[in-house]
């Protein structure tokens, strides 16, 4: 049987509550192996921890990360404070990378030029505890890729030596390629899927042009980003779909399931700078 990594998921929040033993051994049950659990507010590391020591404890469940985080979509309810519960959490718990972290200016009111310093002040100050810390970050980017490449080069953060994943990549060819010529992954999602997604095929075959299936690690953003053949099962996105991002992936690719699988564990080894062995 193929081996997975879901390198993002929010399979801590309270949706999955009495059934998430049982969908983790789903997911264990097609092949992955390892999921990553990513933060959204300070006031949720707690929970993350929780989840992760329960899920920790399933024989049969994927091995849990923990990667805390401030995400910029949430900044109207973030503080300053919130920083340094951060690297609280950090210091307390084991961390795979800080995540997810960026700029977001998909709603109006997140436009704002108020809101924007902030969100880049956030950004900012997590980029230097991961640098700190010499830890992955896991980006969080929407409407504003050039933007943040511009602020990855002023801090000077390079992911081919510390690490990094662009999560559930949605800009156009040339972003895709500057990101990973940056020495980032694109993490792709269960959207891959869908046939109308145009552009995010598009970038992604672009970047296997040129990069071949080295650039990439896949994702389910659970509860979000539910592949196209799940959307009869409900709303709710679970960490047994990666699975159908796997698939699309090898025949877009044109590669054969077993050499993708271990090229894709490849590659999230080297964006989470660990040595999980694929077995």
């Known amino acids: 049987m193929i ?34 659990l990513i933060g959204l507010l300070a006031k949720y590391f707690g929970r993350m921890v929780q989840v992760r020591d329960k899920l920790a404890q399933l024989k049969t469940a994927p091995m849990p990360h ?7 979509l949430y900044v109207g309810q ?16 084991s961390t795979v990378a800080i995540g997810e972290i960026g700029l977001d200016a998909y709603q109006d009111e997140l436009k704002d030029a108020k809101v924007m310093v902030k969100q880049e002040m956030f950004f900012i100050e997590q980029i230097k505890l991961a640098k700190a810390h010499e830890l992955p970050i896991l980006l969080h980017i929407r409407k504003k890729h050039a933007d943040v490449l511009r602020i990855l080069k002023e801090q000077s953060y390079r992911a081919d030596n510390l690490g990094g ?14 990101f990973v010529k940056m020495g980032f ?26 990069y071949g299936a080295q650039a990439f690690v896949i994702e389910t953003d659970c509860p979000d980003m539910i592949p196209a053949c799940c959307h009869h099962h409900g709303r709710l996105n679970v960490p047994a779909n990666l699975i159908h991002v796997f ?17 894709l564990w490849q590659n999230t080894n080297s964006a989470l700078r660990q040595e999980w062995i694929y077995e």
């Open 185 to 210: 992954k694109l993490g792709i999602p269960g959207q891959i899927t869908n046939l109308n997604a145009k552009k995010l095929r598009r970038a992604v075959m672009a970047v296997f042009k040129k």
């Open 66 to 72: 923990l990667a805390f985080g401030l995400h910029p």
């Open 165 to 178: 994943i662009a999560h559930g990549f949605s800009g156009g060819e040339q972003e895709a390629l500057a």
């Open 3 to 36: 081996r997975l990594i879901d390198t993002h998921t929010h399979f801590d929040v309270p949706e999955y509550d009495g059934l998430r033993s049982t969908l983790a051994t789903d997911a264990f049950d097609r092949g992955v192996q390892h999921l990553l």
């Open 247 to 263: 698939d699309e992936l090898s025949l877009l690719f044109e590669m054969d399931q077993e050499v993708l699988a271990r090229q």
């Open 78 to 93: 973030q503080h300053e404070d919130d920083l340094e519960t951060l690297a609280t959490f950090m210091a307390s718990h």
